[in-house]
């Protein structure tokens, strides 16, 4: 049992670089005339940060999530790769 869930920490270890890295190439190709559809994608997330005032702390949160085709791209060679280690 122990075995399974320290393969699925790396499962997701594995998704999120290749998110990370298909994001950052994304990035790069849309100032490329030939790769700019790799860029293209959708941001959602919160656009006002959430901020809690509590007197004794204060903290703001926000969250923003931009996929692209790249970074989806990039997870689904990081669940390929995977498979095959």
């Not at 320290?6 to 790069?28: E, N, P, R, T, Y």
């Not at 703001?60 to 689904?76: A, E, P, T």
Request: overall charge positive.
């Amino acid at each position: 049992m122990a075995a399974k869930d320290k393969s699925m920490w790396i499962l997701i270890v594995f998704i999120l670089a290749g998110i990370v890295i298909g994001g950052l190439i994304g990035d790069l190709a849309s100032k490329s005339t030939g790769l700019w559809w790799l860029a293209y994608g959708q941001e959602f997330g919160l656009n006002q940060p959430l901020a809690v005032d509590l007197s004794i702390i204060k903290f703001s949160f926000s969250l923003m999530i931009k996929l692209n085709i790249s970074s989806i791209l990039g997870m689904i060679l990081a669940v390929f790769i995977y498979r095959k280690v």
